[in-house]
């Protein structure tokens, strides 16, 4: 393995991972804020693949302004689910959420069967097909948009929720939910936002990954492992430190995969969850969150 | 070792009985006359009632296992379908590599799919609940990506299981018939006894507040681990009837969420801290799968035939309606609400 080989794989590594940041990042933000475990998370976001496949290769639509229609839909649906049972569920126990949750799961992924079976999609990406080469080193045009994007969406909303008020409100929310309230936050309104924003994420999360990689309706627990290995490694809290660790993961993913035979990087990158669970669940925080 | 055990699981039933009073005795009158209602099912029946018993029988089981840490201690575990298809694929693999019968797998079956469970507990069972939840939802798919890339094992083609003698198509039936029975059986005996045990209690406890609970002296990491224990090796031992049952296993087809998704949709439709809750959703469930199955077909929708996932569409919504309307499921309508709950 010589130096050319490792910088490229460093490189494939570091988009791949900017693209896990995007899977990650909407699981993150409900989990950290609205303290809500969304199982579905994988779902929706195949769903938004498949619908995002639909615009490009069916309506020809650019690649990159496809996303928006595809970012918006899933933000407003999240509103939509948030006022008709979303906030219902927050005041629920977790054991609750989480089995409604997993109902949804079940609805979503069998929706996108019945619509698009089970076929192994590929966006048909077009112009960002090309290669893009830095010296002796080239990678996909298509690649780079889509950590690109993401990295740019994660840096927005890093300054957003440290530098606004309404960023404030937000933190406030996830800090504590009661006092928030008591101090004049509007809970239900920012929390329904931060519900559509966590469903419009996951959404964008669909996107990017099918920007980069084949997909198919019913094996998105895999990318629900993948998001999650992302949350825990970075824990909550930080948007910066969820795009870190979805960079660390590309990276290990890259590595392992030049390495060993590919069906390795599952046992590899699970048993690195596993044992971050034991030894490190908060992640990269430098404290143990606190909880009330 | 064993006096501080006492004391830390004794605190448990003194405050839970002076709450509620059991009777166990009428439970198990109840178990036993379901008991006899349905065994004359297996003598002389027809061979697709029969079939469709051993399914009723063979989610009871995985559901009693599911429900003692699911039901009673609030952990949601959505790896049901791996300790069972460590099962199945013990069994399978040991009666093609030494021809083992049916008998000799099913506690290998189950010790496999319980040494998984403790591996699994370690690593996930001292966080949040939430945290196990997923952890365990990502790990069914694991193992079909494990067990499609080992050769030794059948990869992703699966395992047929050579299985010779002279029975017919109905005697094959009543055999298995019984051999799921029994199973259940068992399983609702272990969950009746656990319910009404310390065990239990702590369980319980644990659901309704862990720290709490943990402040109390009830060594909950001890406790779940046994509930995810005790349920996987019952999972692994239905299993491994399963494999000898539908004699070719592929990694695909047991490695699903579909187990996951059916094994509590019986916990949450027959009601959670009840024993008898998954004996009634057994029943429920494997009755409108059946006739979903039958009636999805013959319906059609703006003259568009609806595709057999529609059933599944309606088995999540179902899911989404119970966990958040009906939480105490069918038992529950039939219970009056003992004792209080008390907040802090």
């Known amino acids: ?292 | 070792m064993s006096e501080p055990k006492d004391i830390a699981l004794g605190g448990a039933r003194a405050s839970s009985s002076g709450v509620k009073k059991s009777r166990p005795w009428a439970g198990a009158l109840l178990g036993v006359s379901i008991l006899t209602l349905v065994l004359p099912v297996g003598f002389g029946t027809s061979i697709s009632l029969m079939t469709m018993f051993s399914a009723v029988f063979f989610y009871l089981a995985l559901a009693q296992g599911w429900n003692l840490l699911g039901g009673l201690g609030g952990y949601l575990n959505f790896a049901t379908a791996l300790f069972a298809g460590v099962g199945a694929y013990t069994a399978a693999w040991l009666h093609n590599q030494f021809e083992l019968t049916l008998w000799q797998t099913i506690l290998p079956g189950a010790i496999a799919a319980a040494v998984i469970s403790l591996l699994v507990g370690y690593a996930t069972l001292r966080l949040r609940s939430h945290y196990f939840a997923i952890f365990t939802l990502i790990l069914t798919f694991l193992g079909a990506v494990v067990v499609k890339n080992m050769p030794a094992l059948g990869g992703g083609a699966g395992i047929f299981l050579d299985l010779e003698g002279e029975w017919t198509s109905e005697s094959i039936a009543q055999f298995y018939f019984f051999c799921f029975l029994a199973l259940a059986v068992v399983a609702t005996i272990i969950a009746f006894f656990v319910q009404h045990s310390n065990f239990g209690y702590a369980l319980i406890a644990i659901s309704e507040d862990e720290t709490a609970a943990q402040v109390l002296g009830v060594r909950t990491m001890d406790v779940k681990l046994r509930a995810l224990f005790i349920g996987s090796a019952l999972g692994g031992a239905a299993g491994a009837i399963f494999a000898f049952f539908t004699s070719y296993i592929e990694p695909g087809g047991i490695f699903n969420l579909d187990i996951a998704l059916d094994v509590i949709l019986v916990c949450v439709i027959g009601g959670m801290r009840s024993w008898l809750g998954p004996v009634i959703g057994a029943f429920v469930v494997v009755f409108l799968e059946q006739s979903l199955r039958l009636l999805i077909p013959s319906l059609s929708v703006f003259g568009m035939e609806l595709p057999t996932e529609t059933g599944r569409l309606i088995l999540g919504a179902l899911l989404v309606v119970f966990a958040l309307f009906f939480r105490r499921g069918i038992v529950g309508i039939f219970q009056s609400r003992r004792g209080r709950n008390l907040s802090v």
Request: aromatic share 10%.
């Open chain 1, 1 to 292: 393995m010589n130096l050319e080989t490792v910088a490229q794989l460093l490189g494939n590594g570091l988009l791949l991972g900017g693209v896990y940041a995007g899977l990650g990042i909407g699981l993150s933000l409900l989990l950290g804020v609205l303290k809500i475990v969304n199982l579905s998370h994988s779902a929706v976001l195949i769903f938004g693949s498949l619908i995002y496949w639909e615009l490009v290769n069916t309506l020809g639509l650019d690649p990159i302004l496809a996303i928006f229609p595809v970012v918006v839909a899933g933000f407003g649906i999240g509103v939509l689910v948030h006022r008709t049972v979303g906030q219902y569920m927050v005041r629920e126990d977790s054991r609750t959420m989480v089995l409604a949750f997993f109902g949804i799961l079940v609805l979503v992924e069998s929706a996108a069967i019945i619509i698009w079976t089970t076929d192994t999609r590929t966006v048909n990406v077009g112009y960002l097909s090309q290669l893009v080469t830095f010296g002796s080193l080239s990678f996909p045009l298509s690649k780079l948009v889509a950590a690109g994007l993401t990295v740019l969406l994660m840096v927005g909303l890093h300054l957003y929720l440290t530098r606004t008020l309404g960023g404030a409100a937000v933190r406030a929310i996830s800090q504590n939910i009661d006092v928030a309230q008591m101090v004049g936050i509007d809970v239900t309104k920012i929390s329904r936002r931060v519900f559509g924003a966590g469903l419009g994420l996951a959404a964008f999360g669909g996107t990017v990954l099918a920007m980069v990689v084949s997909f198919s309706p019913q094996e998105h627990p895999r990318w629900l492992a993948w998001s999650f290995l992302v949350v825990i490694l970075g824990g909550l809290g930080s948007t910066l430190r969820t795009l870190s660790a979805g960079l660390i993961v590309g990276v290990l993913e890259s590595f392992i995969g030049f390495l060993l035979p590919f069906q390795y990087i599952y046992v590899v990158l699970y048993g690195l969850l596993a044992l971050l669970l034991l030894v490190r669940p908060q992640g990269f925080a430098r404290t143990k969150q606190r909880e009330l």
